[in-house]
């Protein structure tokens, strides 16, 4: 089992910028290729960055890209999301998934792990 708990969310102004944070417990992190997700209310999940569990490779959905940098601190168990010139419609809950294994990890069925997510508001 694989434990995620998110933090870093809040309310900015557009413009802008946050750093979301998940610690994992409960397996070797460096083990888990790991993602950010976010929601917002009657839509569905939709992938926002994702990383390898070394790092060494990332996804970013286009609405994101040049805006948003995921990384990850293994020796901390804890993996980032950057976010900069946020947009209102960057606002939602956002949620840390895991998924045991070395690649990058996009479809959201592939990950086992969840956490409980974190509200991100922008206001205009």
């Known amino acids: 089992q694989v434990q995620l708990v998110e933090s870093g969310g809040g309310l900015v102004q557009a413009g802008g910028s946050l750093r979301l944070s998940c610690a994992a417990s409960?397996?070797?992190?460096?083990?888990?290729?790991m993602g950010w997700f976010r929601q917002t209310p009657g839509k569905e999940r939709d992938i926002v960055a994702a990383?390898?569990?070394?790092?060494?490779?990332?996804y970013y959905a286009d609405s994101v890209k040049g805006r948003f940098t995921i990384s990850r601190d293994n020796a901390k168990n804890t993996v980032y999301l950057q976010m900069n010139s946020l947009k209102p419609e960057d606002t939602a809950v956002y949620y840390c998934?895991?998924?045991?294994?070395?690649?990058?990890?996009?479809?959201?069925?592939?990950?086992?792990?969840w956490g409980q997510g974190t509200q991100v508001t922008v206001s205009s």
């Open positions: 998934a895991a998924d045991p294994g070395p690649s990058l990890v996009v479809e959201i069925r592939e990950y086992d792990y």
């Open positions: 409960g397996r070797t992190f460096s083990s888990l290729a």
């Open positions: 990383i390898t569990w070394s790092g060494g490779d990332t």
